[in-house]
């Protein structure tokens, strides 16, 4: 399935900052970036459960926010994609 990350963070105080990149890193292990603070993740339930769990012990609840959007199987047909930056096939050929 596919689920769009996106998240708000608190970045005043360098807990905040760290935070912040904490919570980046975690979603690039799992998607790819598409804009700032947005992820799309192709992932399965059960590996998206445990993204869920570590993303949300890393926030602070009163200062920060996460939303997930679950575009599911059909997300082609759900995604356009205008102006800057090209965008990717995520079912595509990973090149490292």
């Known amino acids: 399935m596919m689920v769009l990350i996106t998240y708000d963070v608190e970045t005043i105080t360098p807990s905040g900052r760290k935070r912040l990149w904490q919570i980046a890193k975690q979603c690039v292990n799992?998607?790819?970036?598409?804009?700032?603070?947005?992820?799309?993740s192709l992932i399965d339930p059960a590996t998206f459960t445990e993204l869920r769990f570590k993303l949300e012990s890393m926030i602070d609840p009163e200062a920060d926010s996460l939303r997930y959007y679950f575009l599911g199987s059909n997300f082609k047909n759900r995604i356009e994609h205008v102006g800057h930056k090209e965008?990717?096939?995520?079912?595509?050929?990973?090149?490292?």
């Open 30 to 40: 799992f998607g790819q970036r598409v804009q700032n603070s947005v992820f799309e």
């Open 87 to 96: 965008s990717y096939d995520p079912e595509g050929t990973l090149i490292i």
